[in-house]
């Protein structure tokens, strides 16, 4: 990025989940590209599922910013991915002003941080339905609990009937908050949902459609002038840090099952001169030998467990690579180099054993947290005493877990968490190491 550019931004966000936030993200990426925008969407928060709807609708790749994560450089550098840009949109995450306790790397990962870091303005969406002038109050209250955080204005969803709108607009005039669109109930662009949220873009055949109606939505009911007269200058850039890759050649996991690896790390890796080999274990393809690394990044395992047990070629694949260089695995990658998943009726499938755990759907335990972790033995590209810092999100439960502990893992409030990873070091001298938590950040 040129140096001083500045790109204008906005934050959407809301009072919680389930606002219908990630649908106007959607249509409002699509509703200016089609005007011919550059609009370089940003998510808030350790979501690895929503950037990749973002990409669907604005043909530009989305990128994660945590606050509680990532390091003020990362952060800040972040911004350069926008290049070329003429406005950057970011999601946010729950509600404004939810975070976790105590603070991370520059904050406790709260929309708000981030849009006070960045400068950038929020739009926030309300689900008007259920009341009328007490909207006003909730929009009026975001506006005034944080100094830095300047909300633009709202754009007001599931509006029932023209009566309904007059009596919301009325209390965001007596508010002071400008009224930036209003959206009726439409039920055709609700997003399915899955045991982990929000399915997956790629298994979603009829995401554009999705997004066509969402932009249409957008047009008719939003004032994109407007909206685009409200975005401010984001903070200066900072030279985009350097991420270090786990290796020059990097056999990467990637299909249905294997695809929860966050996107600013991809393209650190790539930008600091890796190259990254894709291959799918559920098409029963193995890692390239000629790579330096194997890394399983997380998914859906438990929901392919028949598939993955009679992929032959992939788990004598792995084993051969895993014999003299390192492979890595994230929460279902973890998973999957381990000796068995039980799935959800109880059916034990075999994996590719490069450690002994043993996991099940069957029993189901949700984990939920930011992670930060000491490794005591080293992954690719970090050393043993790095501080790493991640996100866990999962159902399943250990059943075995023999193997030596990979790091010493506690969560935002410095807890202990028992989820420490595991590693072997395999006959031919390699190193096998898996976590529950995906990367974000090292400290």
């Given at each position: 990025m040129i140096p001083g550019l500045q790109i204008p931004g906005l934050l959407i966000a809301a009072p919680a989940s389930g606002t219908g936030k990630t649908t106007v993200m959607l249509g409002l990426l699509a509703a200016l590209r089609e005007r011919g925008l550059q609009v370089q969407p940003f998510k808030n928060g350790p979501d690895y599922i929503d950037p990749a709807f973002h990409r669907a609708a604005s043909g530009r790749w989305s990128f994660n910013l945590d606050t509680w994560a990532m390091p003020g450089a990362l952060l800040d550098g972040m911004l350069a991915l926008a290049e070329g840009a003429d406005l950057v949109l970011a999601e946010g995450s729950m509600g404004l002003f939810d975070g976790v306790a105590a603070p991370g790397a520059v904050g406790n990962g709260a929309s708000a941080d981030l849009a006070a870091r960045m400068g950038?303005?929020?739009?926030?969406?309300?689900?008007?339905?259920?009341?009328?002038?007490?909207?006003?109050?909730?929009?009026?209250?975001?506006?005034?609990?944080?100094?830095?955080?300047?909300?633009?204005?709202?754009?007001?969803?599931?509006?029932?009937?023209?009566?309904?709108?007059?009596?919301?607009?009325?209390?965001?005039?007596?508010?002071?908050?400008?009224?930036?669109?209003?959206?009726?109930?439409?039920a055709a662009i609700l997003m399915p949902e899955r045991h982990l949220g929000l399915v997956q873009a790629e298994e979603q055949p009829a995401l554009q459609a999705l997004i066509a109606e969402a932009a249409a939505l957008m047009r008719e009911g939003v004032d994109l002038d407007a909206l685009l007269a409200a975005a401010a200058a984001s903070a200066t850039p900072a030279p985009m840090q350097r991420i270090l890759p786990p290796g020059q050649r990097i056999a990467l996991a990637r299909d249905a099952a294997f695809s929860f690896v966050y996107p600013h790390l991809l393209h650190g890796w790539r930008a600091a001169g890796a190259e990254v080999l894709t291959f799918s274990p559920l098409g029963d393809e193995a890692p390239d030998p000629s790579a330096d690394v194997c890394w399983l990044p997380g998914g859906y395992p438990e929901l392919h467990g028949a598939t993955l047990a009679q992929a032959d070629r992939f788990r004598t694949g792995l084993r051969a690579f895993a014999?003299?260089?390192?492979?890595?695995?994230?929460?279902?990658?973890?998973?999957?180099?381990?000796?068995?998943?039980?799935?959800k009726e109880g059916t034990r499938h075999r994996m590719a054993g490069l450690l002994g755990l043993v996991t099940s759907y069957e029993k189901r335990k949700m984990h939920l947290g930011y992670r930060s972790s000491t490794l005591a033995k080293p992954i690719p590209g970090h050393a043993p005493g790095s501080l790493l810092r991640g996100h866990e999100f999962h159902y399943s439960t250990i059943l075995t877990q023999p193997d030596a502990p990979l790091a010493q893992v506690s969560d935002a409030t410095g807890a202990a968490v028992p989820e420490?990873?595991?590693?072997?070091?395999?006959?031919?001298?390699?190193?096998?190491?898996?976590?529950?938590?995906?990367?974000?950040?090292?400290?």
């Open positions: 950038w303005p929020v739009v926030l969406v309300i689900d008007a339905s259920g009341q009328a002038q007490t909207a006003a109050a909730v929009a009026q209250g975001l506006a005034r609990f944080r100094p830095g955080v300047r909300v633009a204005g709202v754009i007001l969803n599931r509006i029932a009937s023209p009566r309904h709108e007059a009596l919301v607009r009325t209390g965001m005039a007596e508010a002071g908050i400008t009224v930036l669109g209003v959206l009726p109930k439409r014999e003299a260089k390192p492979v890595h695995g994230e929460c279902g990658g973890y998973m999957a180099m381990g000796e068995a998943i039980v799935d420490t990873g595991s590693t072997r070091l395999q006959p031919g001298g390699g190193l096998s190491t898996g976590t529950f938590f995906h990367l974000i950040a090292s400290a």
